[in-house]
Structures are given as structure tokens and as C-alpha cells.
């Protein structure tokens, strides 16, 4: 099975690597470039841990293999951070508001609420549960994620 | 989890797909969204040893339309059909059935090709496609040939596609004026995969008499029925017709039994389904003839 070279921009930084054909992109980025934010959960596609933000959408990087996004353009949770002392308003957000617990499945739900209030910036309750449907969490019964998302749309708003 | 080996190519013409294709055999699998095929792969539920990915086929994503219908290349992001405004306006039924497609991140990468290739049972696009009177675009190196809906799809995740052949266009005729439509399903929880989905379009002549109600299930395969159709011409739309036309559809209805619902359970669902989609495109077919 040959191997592949692969160059993509990952927040706003250029990687390469060579990867076997098969090598799903979560893998990739964690094992080849130690980009560990993004999560593993389910490897087929259901739980959402493994999302990032491909082009600005968000997508399941454990069902697309690393060779596709050869010149991708991805955002991932360590992107989101301004710097090592600030966090992002979404961050701050799901930490006032206790959206997370052990955080595994946090990450994905980070670049997915991004890519929602950039569509919505004002969304509803039931449009924030639509957006969110596709990820997963085990522990916080998804009400303090929901409060996080709304205050993260205000804070989104207060800063333009 | 991890897939087995396989060969990967990432043509970017057509041909070069086709040729591919028809060099490679059988062992091959053509990748578009990846969404269902990738998880099946990480499974080894499925282990191609020649995987053609067709992502880099700029030519195969386009959204038009053309002397009134509407072309989709076999490419084109399901999120994309779900945003389109010519098809938010000329096919809301499209569209509609689209937001119930899975979730956000899914549809992102989901193709319009890809999801009826599959032609997985409880589908959205297969069904609406079905109730749109479709026609479904072959391409190998050979040459062409067009399919309409009921001609495509032959049963669970079979579909009349050859090995050597990629679908690469869906063609949605115009819908007459004064045309309402609907699509609804149920599922266990949002997002799931659909125990049972149902769309109808309902066209109304000028007086509000029905001149024709189309309603689609899913099912092994997509289908209509022509008995229950034909029942509603002429007539006035009303609760009493469409409980008629919802009971002939669903008797005998082909519906699969599983771990999530039996086949009893979907028929009977099913038949709710049916009226209601059907008063819906009703009521919607009237507020466009208002417009």
C-alpha cells in the first residue's frame, strides 16, 4: 500500500506528513502531528468527538481519510484560544455556564456551537438542539451545554 | 476500527474515473461523501481493495437549472441542496426532506450521488426523489443511459448502477403551479435513521379540486402506489379522503422488520405518515396558488 504525502493548513498553520491511504484524518492529526484536542469516541461517524471544522463546516474526521484533505483548510479546538492566557468566548461560555464535565466530548462541541453562531448568531433553543443533535456527551444531560451556547451568543454578540 | 488496506485513487476528470472503473473490476468501491461507506469500512464490514475517490471531480458539483428543471450533479453536498434558494423556492420538498438527512456535520460532507447510490432503506432522497418522478444519470466509459426513480432502485442498498458505472446526475422535472408539498418521518430520536418516512406533492386546479396526489414511501425500496393515487383525482381535498388514500397505500405495504420496529408497526406508521403529509401538501398546495 504506497504511501501518500499530505499538506494541509490546520489553524492557520501549515503540517505535512506521509500517511498509508487508509489513515483516517483524527488519527493523522493526533498520532502524525500531535494535535490531541480532537477526540476519538465511536470511529464510525455517530458521536461527534471527533469533529472539526473543515473550510469552516464542521465534518467527522474519523470518517474521512487523511489523503482527502490533502489542502484542506481545518480549524481544530486548539485553534480556538487566542493565546495561552485567554480563552475563546465560546470556551468561556461553556465554562461559566458548566457545559462540561470530564470534556471528551467537548472539543467537538466547541467547533460545532462555532460554526452555528456564525451561521445563527442568535439562534433558538430548538435550532441550538438541532445543531448539537450530531454530537454526544455522557455527562452533563446537554441543559448546561444548551445555557453555554446562548451565553456564547451573547458574548459573540457583545464584541462586534 | 481501522479500515483494511486498499489502493486509493483521487482522479479529477470524469473520464479518468470512468476509465478507472472500468480497468479495476469488481473489488472496487467509489468514494463520495464517505459517510456511510467509511464507517462500514472502519467496521470491515466492507473492505474494498480499490477505493476511487471521486472528491476531487470538480465537474460532478453543480446545482441548475435548465428549461425548468433542476440538474444536480451527482456531487454536490446534501448541506448544499439543503441551502440552495432555486430549490428552496421550486423544489421545497427537496429541501425539506434534506433537513431530516442525519445531522449537520453528516450533510456537510454527504453527497446528493452518494446517498442514492447507497440506497439505503430508510433514505430521505431516495423516497422524495421517487415522488418527484426523478431521472437518475448512468455515465461509464461506454457510454450513458438514464433511469427514471422506480427503474433505479431494485432493493435494500441495490441499486441498477453496474460496476464500471458512477451515477453522475439527478434530473427533477418542474412541478405544476399550485403544487403543495410534504415530508415527514418518524425516528427514535432526531437524527436517527427513519423507521418510516412518507413525501406527497398535491397539485390543485383552480377550483381547489385535486388534479393529482402523489405520496412515496420508504421501504426496501422507495415506492408509490398508482391504486391510491388514482383516488384522490377529482376529488375535493379532505381528512376522510386522504384516511382512504393513506389506507389503500399502506395495505400490503413492504416494510422490513428489525431490531428497531417491526413490519406491522412501520405499515401502521406509515399509513398516519401518509395522511398527514398528504393534508399538509394540501394545505400548502393552496397558499401557493394564493401567491
Known sequence: MNKRQVCMTINGREYRGEVEPRKLLVDFIREDLGLTGTHVGCEHGVCGACTL?????????CIVFAVQANGARLETVEGMAPNDRDLHPIQEAFWEEHGLQCGFCTPGFLLTVKALLRERPHPS????REWISGNLCRCTGYQNIVSAVQLAAEKLAAAK | MKPAQFEYYDPTTLPEALGLLARLGDGVKVLAGGQSLVPMMNFRLVRPSHLVDLNRVGE???????????????????????????VAEQWPLLREAAGYIAHVQIRNRGTVGGSLAHAYPSAELPVAMTVLEAEFVLRSEQGERTLRAEEFFITHMTTALELNEILVEVRVPPLPSRTGWAFQEVSRRYGDFALVGVAALVTLDEEGVIRQARVAFTGPRPVRSAKAEGISVGQRPKEELFREVAGVATEGLDQDTDIHASAEYRREVAGVLAQRVLEQAAGRAVRRGHS
Do not use: F, H
Open chain 1, 125 to 128: 433553543e430548538r435550532e441550538i
Open chain 1, 53 to 61: 471544522l473543515w473550510d469552516g463546516e464542521p465534518v467527522r474526521s
Open chain 2, 60 to 86: 460532478l458539483c453543480y446545482l441548475r437549472v435548465e428549461n425548468g428543471e433542476l440538474r444536480i450533479g451527482a456531487m454536490t453536498r446534501q448541506r448544499e441542496l439543503e441551502r440552495s434558494a432555486s
